[in-house]
């Protein structure tokens, strides 16, 4: 579903992969191992302990460690230099967390323990773990951030009521500036795993994302307002999409990393609210989408509220094993039919390229471009493509677009639809 929550904000969104002529320029801007928090100037002595069993955290999974870490980050956000919080093997009980800035450190949080989400709803007000106005960030560690979604999701009714109450999500960062997300583990939470709002230069690399394929809205990466996002060499398998792209945002990476299950790799949806900015520069490479729903996708509303356009994305070398729709435009989009059918689109789509995508495909439907009537996909291309139908009915695979502009080399003929 891809909701996004930040600010008040919400957004649905989509997903989509990238490679070849762009390949050795998405090589060089997404670097394996850029590290944050290294501004700040000399470390002082911060007023009292960063490790949160020094502040009286127990990690015995019962008792309530929640402002052991508010204490932490006290002293830590206090300092200057870069002062790094301790969170050792354990499991801590931990109820919402507001980590809030401006800082005057740089602050590392060293997670090597097993953070669990109360199970207690009233103990949220929004979030789980919020970051918020805070530059030079980091969490590293081998540790995990279970929002212990199981507890809860029964009481997600997103399903039912399309203005549903949203449950907490597990880490968010609004304004962020220059941090990094790394080795650690995310799973089950009890909405999106990770929610990205007005955030720049941030990394994401070496991550694990998962819960199960059936779990409510638990997208694993939801990106909107923000610019230069990287997501590497991470694995993600959930209940919705695996990365979801909102409005606003530009420069995004992925690169060397997994999806599924999940609904794939999405942008948008786009134009469900007024004021939408744009998506651009966009590359999704060298990926593996493996039994998601969804690929590669782009989304709009088909009565989209907002002139906004979507261009510049690349997807190359993705390789695509039992995907339903493995590419996707779909501009025709309207969930539990909210829109006004006779809706003419404001959402331009241009200069899309897919490139390298090989694999298998669930469903004949391999590629799907459906653009509007009024505003036609614009420079859309498929270079490369080979996906081959392996569902057990006797078809076979085929593309189904309309309103698309653009150009196929070296693509089947069944599948060379531009
Ligand atoms: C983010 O990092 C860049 C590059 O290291 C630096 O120039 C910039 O000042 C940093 N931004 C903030 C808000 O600290
Ligand atoms: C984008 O973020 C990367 C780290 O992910 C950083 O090295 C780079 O300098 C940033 N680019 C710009 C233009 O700020
Ligand atoms: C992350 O997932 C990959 C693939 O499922 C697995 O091989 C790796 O061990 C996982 N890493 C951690 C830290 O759990
Ligand atoms: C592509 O990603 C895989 C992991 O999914 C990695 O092993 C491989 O080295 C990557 N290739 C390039 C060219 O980055
Ligand atoms: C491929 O995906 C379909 C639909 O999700 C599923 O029913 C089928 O079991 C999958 N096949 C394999 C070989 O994983
Ligand atoms: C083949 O698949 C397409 C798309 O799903 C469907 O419209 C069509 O009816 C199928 N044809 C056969 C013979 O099943």
């Known amino acids: 579903m891809a909701r996004a929550t930040a600010a008040g904000r919400r957004s649905w969104a989509a997903a989509r992969c990238i490679v070849a002529l762009y390949c050795a320029a998405a090589l060089t801007t997404a670097p394996a191992a850029a590290t944050y928090a290294a501004a700040g100037g000399p470390p ?3 007023a009292g302990p960063l490790d949160i069993v020094l502040l009286g955290a127990k990690g015995d999974g019962k008792t309530d460690a929640t402002e052991a870490v508010q204490k932490a980050w006290k002293n830590a956000c206090a300092a200057t230099g870069v002062q790094k919080i301790i969170i050792p093997p354990g499991n801590f009980l931990i109820g919402a967390l507001a980590l809030e800035g401006p800082c005057t450190s740089s602050i590392i949080i060293r997670l090597d323990g097993n953070l669990l989400g109360t199970g207690d709803l009233n103990a949220y007000k929004k979030n789980w773990i919020e970051v918020m106005h805070v530059d030079n960030f980091a969490i590293n560690g081998h540790g995990t951030i279970d929002g212990q979604g199981p507890l809860v999701w029964q009481k997600n009714q997103c ?7 949203i449950l907490p999500n597990s880490l968010v960062l609004d304004y962020v500036t220059n941090a990094s997300i790394r080795g650690v583990t995310l799973k089950n939470a009890k909405f999106f795993h990770m929610n990205l709002f007005n955030c720049k230069n941030v990394v994401v690399d070496k991550v ?4 199960p394929g059936d779990s409510p809205n638990t997208d694993g990466i939801h990106m909107g307002d923000s610019d230069n996002i990287t997501i590497t060499n991470t694995n993600i398998g959930v209940g919705d999409d695996c990365i979801s792209i909102g409005p606003g945002t530009q420069r995004v990476r992925v690169h060397g990393s997994r999806c599924g299950p999940g609904h794939g790799i999405s942008v948008g949806s786009l134009g469900r609210y007024k004021d939408e900015k744009n998506v651009e520069d966009i590359q999704v490479t060298n990926c593996t989408i493996k039994g998601a729903t969804n690929g590669l996708r782009i989304k709009s509303y088909e009565d989209s509220k907002s ?3 979507a261009s510049r994305f690349v997807y190359d070398q993705i390789v695509m094993d039992n995907v339903s729709f493995p590419i996707v435009i779909d501009q025709k989009y309207c969930p539990n039919n909210i829109c006004n059918k006779n809706g003419q689109s404001t959402v331009t789509i241009q200069d899309i390229v897919f490139k390298n995508i090989v694999g298998t495909s669930a469903t004949p439907e391999a590629v799907t471009l459906n653009c509007p009537n009024n505003l036609p996909c614009q420079g859309v291309q498929l270079v490369n493509v080979n996906l081959k139908y392996v569902g057990a ?5 085929m593309a189904v677009c309309h309103n698309a502009v653009g150009k ?6 069944e599948l060379a639809c531009l």
């Open 44 to 46: 002082s002595v911060p």
């Open 159 to 165: 399903n039912k009521n399309y203005n549903c109450k």
């Open 208 to 211: 694990n994302i998962t819960a």
């Open 307 to 309: 002139v906004l356009k």
């Open 393 to 397: 009915r006797n078809n076979k695979t």
């Open 408 to 413: 196929s080399t070296n693509v089947a003929k």
